[in-house]
């Protein structure tokens, strides 16, 4: 493998990181302690061209590689997680499943707003009994005089309630085959009959990103809203979970970064016993793990996206840098707070939301249990 990185991806990466440093960094304090969701940075990260990264042109994307994307998402996990979370549940979870399973005419109806950042697209997988185990899905829907007919609900679904939150995919039971149950995936638009959405509140992590239930009682949409075929929600479903782990693995790669930086600099500028503490080698060999860990994730993260864009198989190599990069975030983030000392645990230090933030990363778009299994299936166990 070349690890060196192309001009444009060194382009993508400074100048998603001076965006971060000069427009989210000053902001993202306040935003995750009112938990506001900035409708202005989500359309300025759209105008920057974050939205629709990997898209053909053709439907109004930028038609970048995976791995310009994943550096986008860990330059902005490198200040913020949830303007990161954004983006990535956007590109990922929201316009990838219609891009690579829509129509021409689903494309062209709602790829070309999505990629600009004027509009949001969530994907409805997660039940309230319905997490780690998709199959325990209780949402129906049911084919009527040429509608669908969908009652049931998700939970926890990014970028699903804002004003510029335009729909979802809906992951649904549509039937049963040889007594298992059949699975579709169904574009449910906002504004729909019987379909509601509520902002969930009193979060610990992502508070400046909109997390949201979604209800569905006898909401109908026209037929030609399936998204793919009949029975192929599983697949759509566990195609765009391993899109979305690279996403997710470049958060924590991102959030690692940030965590790092903060503790690192810290320990240069605190002194103890006449001299900065950085210089003790207890603080200086944890800096230096730290280090470690992170060009670690990095370099297996890059490894995979180098395998997708090279159209090899790259399943195994995404689910181990989703776990990876998410455990060393939770590992780099909590040595970060413990070099802070007392100041870490104040919400005054940046770093209070870096720990904060990095919870998630071990749970959302599996856990790191569930990465372990798709791990071990890999490796013939």
Not at 39 to 60: A, K, Y
Not at 160 to 169: F, P
Not at 307 to 313: A, G, Q, S
Not at 348 to 365: A, K, P, S
Request: proline share 2%.
């Amino acid at each position: 493998m070349n690890f060196q990185l192309t001009d444009e991806q060194e382009l993508i990466r400074q100048t998603v990181r001076d965006f971060a440093e000069r427009v989210i960094r000053p902001v993202a304090q306040q935003l995750d302690e009112t938990a506001q969701f900035s409708v202005e940075i989500t359309r300025q990260m759209g105008e920057l061209g974050l939205f629709g990264i990997t898209v053909s042109p053709e439907f109004g994307g930028h038609g970048m590689d995976t791995l310009s994307y994943i550096i986008a998402v860990e330059e902005l996990s490198r200040i913020d997680g949830s303007q990161a979370a954004t983006v990535a549940a956007h590109n990922s979870l929201g316009i990838g499943p219609l891009y690579y399973y829509g129509t021409k005419e689903q494309k062209l109806k709602y790829l070309p707003s999505l990629c600009t950042g004027e509009a949001l697209w969530a994907f409805g997988l997660t039940e309230p009994e319905a997490g780690s185990d998709s199959r325990a899905t209780k949402t129906r829907a049911k084919l009527e005089d040429g509608h669908w007919v969908i009652n049931g609900s998700k939970i926890f679904i990014t970028n699903g309630s804002q004003e510029i939150s335009l729909g979802a995919t809906v992951q649904a039971v549509t039937g049963e085959k040889d007594g298992k149950k059949e699975f579709s995936t169904i574009i449910v638009e906002k504004g729909t009959a019987g379909f509601t959405r509520r902002t969930m509140h009193g979060k610990m992590m992502w508070r400046a990103s909109d997390t949201a239930e979604l209800f569905f009682d006898d909401c109908s949409v026209p037929e030609e809203n399936l998204l793919g075929h009949i029975g192929e929600g599983s697949k759509i479903m566990l195609s765009t979970l391993d899109n979305g782990r690279l996403s997710i693995a470049a958060m924590g790669l991102g959030c690692a970064q940030g965590a790092f930086e903060l503790a690192l600099r810290y320990s240069q500028e605190r002194k103890q016993f006449g001299q900065a503490i950085s210089k003790f080698q207890s603080i200086s060999f944890r800096l230096a793990d730290m280090a470690t860990k992170i060009e670690l994730a990095r370099n297996l993260l890059y490894k995979a996206c180098w395998l997708k864009d090279n159209n090899l198989p790259f399943a195994k190599e995404a689910a181990m840098s989703k776990l990876y990069c998410s455990e060393i975030a939770k590992e780099v983030a909590d040595d970060a707070v413990q070099i802070h000392g007392g100041y870490g645990l104040m919400k005054d230090y940046e770093v209070e939301r870096f720990y904060r933030d990095q919870r998630l990363l071990q749970i959302g778009e599996g856990t790191s249990e569930i990465q372990r299994l798709v791990i071990s299936r890999y490796i013939g166990c």
